[in-house]
Antibody, heavy 121, light 105 residues
Framework: QLQLQESGPGLVKPSETLSLTCTVS??????????WGWIRQPPGKGLEWIGS???????YNNPSLKSPITISVDTSKNQFSLKLGSVTAADTAVYYC?????????????WGQGTLVTVSS | EIVLTQSPGTLSLSPGERATLSCRAS???????LAWYQQKPGQAPRLLIY???SRATGIPDRFSGSGSGTDFTLTISRLEPEDFAVYYC??????FGQGTKVEIK
């Protein structure tokens, strides 16, 4: 059974960079078919797709997000990562890592449990 | 960018009743590239429906999806206590609707 686990600081200061890693177990991130993504949910609000990446580093990012986004993959560690720059309080959210079904334009089949990141000084 | 609008915002129903949730897209979605998810408090979303009408693995048959183009519907034929939750539609790979909360009346 595929499992995804987010890790990273729970508190980030305004204007700094938010960095999270997703560790994949029970399957290989190097599979050609899949895209791996980040979704966030501010407290009490809805879901917002941030961006997605495949094993070769091909990415799709949400053009609506104001903060600079970097998503990268490390196949040797079976991990992928998110960096969100110049964060503000509006970036406070539960961040989920996830896997699309085969291809980018597909539903999200698997989700991590989520990790709360608070942006505050 | 395609915007998904879900209605109603909140649906107050009793166990055993039928729930009908709507998701409308601002532009036609290619090949029914639409999914539905269920989210309970403190949990990650769970995939219910993909391709607008196909149930995901392990999803009970009281859940059904329909629609194409710009208008999509999630129907729960008879609400069970565990079905009270928030439901989101999503254009494949991208935007989510704002959610519909199904609450106990």
């Amino acid at each position: 059974q595929l499992q995804l686990q987010e890790s990273g600081p729970g508190l980030v200061k305004p204007s700094e960079t938010l960095s999270l890693t997703c560790t994949v177990s029970g399957g290989s991130i190097s599979s050609i078919s899949y895209y791996w993504g980040w979704i966030r949910q501010p407290p009490g609000k809805g879901l917002e797709w941030i961006g997605s990446i495949n094993y070769s580093g091909s990415t799709y990012n949400n053009p609506s997000l104001k903060s600079p986004i970097t998503i990268s993959v490390d196949t040797s560690k079976n991990q992928f990562s998110l960096k969100l720059g110049s964060v503000t309080a509006a970036d406070t959210a539960v961040y989920y890592c996830a896997r699309h079904a085969s291809g980018f334009y597909r539903e999200i089949e698997y989700w991590g449990q989520g990790t709360l990141v608070t942006v505050s000084s | 960018e395609i915007v998904l609008t879900q209605s109603p915002g909140t649906l107050s129903l009793s166990p055993g009743e039928r729930a009908t949730l709507s998701c409308r897209a601002s532009q036609s979605l290619s090949s029914s590239y639409l999914a539905w998810y269920q989210q309970k408090p403190g949990q990650a979303p769970r995939l219910l429906i993909y391709g607008a009408s196909s149930r995901a693995t392990g999803i009970p048959d009281r859940f059904s999806g329909s629609g194409s183009g710009t208008d999509f519907t999630l129907t729960i034929s008879r609400l069970e206590p565990e079905d009270f939750a928030v439901y989101y539609c999503q254009q494949y790979g991208r935007t989510f609707g704002q959610g519909t909360k199904v609450e106990i009346k």
